[in-house]
């Protein structure tokens, strides 16, 4: 896949970015969905000096690309960096959408073609996709099902996917929802909202406004944390059991995940130190059905994102990436 692999809208000229210096900005206009008008945005971070290397991260749920240090740490590293903000969400949500709808993963194929596209015309013949939670789904969703229209999924050269989405956990109440009577439910009621376990003490532990050291929008990543949706979860869940019957991916793929999930009603420190999002467990032990080279690193200490835990644990993970790098995606 050198060059477009779909007839593909075009990014718009680059703007200044809300992360300041160095960072730019470029929207593109994509095919009116459901609910109108849809864009979605690429966020650039370019190196020092030319390279034909680069990186392409995908952005959780309801989440949007706001982690700086990874994109510093791919510049010092001579690769430029690129993140998509999937559409309705982040930087790519309008006033008239539901945020973060998905009727299913394929609903982001479009822009991660695009920016793939994109990045390829830029003059780089070697990405590596960095992918967080959901957006680590979607994206080995997306090359599944670009390798079998196309074969080898060029210049795609490796996956690093941190805590992706390989599980419903236990603690969900929705878990007991079947297959099918939630696909049901996702047809007739498709925007119902699905209850929650609790607060989320995931976003408290993160955001400046209560007990994280992280300054990112509210109203593109809420302190509350997301709404889930009928359709959404039906979407997330067909996308999981593809994953658990094999992908098959040739490509290396690292899996990073922490090495022990914390739950609680009451705030405690612990948060800080454990995923409370995903259960770890299950996403090493499904991480195997991805491809036929994954490695999977536990790390200590580490958050449902493990670029937002505490800064030792950060700096562990960059350097996980930076060896594994340098061993199989090269």
Not at 102 to 108: E, K, P
Not at 136 to 163: F, H, K, Q, T, Y
Not at 299 to 326: K, T, Y
Request: glycine share 6%.
């Amino acid at each position: 896949m050198v060059g477009p692999t779909f007839a593909t809208p075009s990014f718009a000229d680059p703007q200044p970015d809300v992360l300041g210096a160095g960072y730019e900005a470029l929207t593109v206009e994509l095919p009116d969905d459901a609910e109108g008008a849809v864009v979605a945005t690429l966020v650039r971070r370019r190196a020092a000096a030319t390279t034909n290397r680069a990186v392409l991260y995908i952005h959780g749920f309801s989440d949007y690309f706001h982690q700086i240090e990874l994109a510093e740490f791919h510049a010092a590293r001579g690769e430029d960096f690129y993140a998509i903000d999937l559409r309705k969400n982040g930087r790519s949500l309008l006033p008239h959408q539901t945020p973060t709808r998905m009727a299913d993963v394929s609903d982001y194929y479009p822009e991660i073609d695009c920016a793939v596209d994109f990045i390829v015309g830029e003059g780089h013949d070697e990405l590596v996709i960095n992918a967080h939670s959901t957006g680590g789904l979607i994206a080995v969703s997306w090359l599944a099902d670009r390798r079998a229209a196309l074969g080898d999924v060029e210049p795609i050269i490796a996956v690093v996917l941190n805590s992706p989405f390989l599980d419903v956990p236990a603690a969900w109440p929705v878990r007991a929802l079947a297959p099918r009577p939630l696909a049901v439910l996702a047809k007739n009621r498709p925007l119902m909202v699905l209850p929650s376990s609790g607060p989320s003490f995931y976003q408290v532990s993160t955001h400046r406004s209560e007990r994280g050291e992280w300054d990112f929008v509210p109203e593109w990543k809420p302190v509350t944390g997301g709404i889930v949706r009928v359709e959404w979860l039906a979407a997330a869940q067909r996308a999981i059991a593809r994953a658990h019957a094999g992908l098959g991916l040739e490509c290396p793929i690292l899996v990073l995940c922490s090495a022990r999930s914390v739950r609680g009603r009451e705030w405690s420190d612990e948060f800080f130190r454990g995923d409370a999002v995903l259960d770890p467990d299950a996403i090493a032990r499904w991480s195997t059905r991805l491809g036929l080279h994954v490695t999977c690193i536990r790390v200590v200490d580490g958050m449902h994102d493990l670029l937002l835990s505490l800064p030792d644990v950060r700096r562990r993970v960059l350097d996980e990436i930076a060896r594994w790098s340098d061993t199989y995606a090269r």
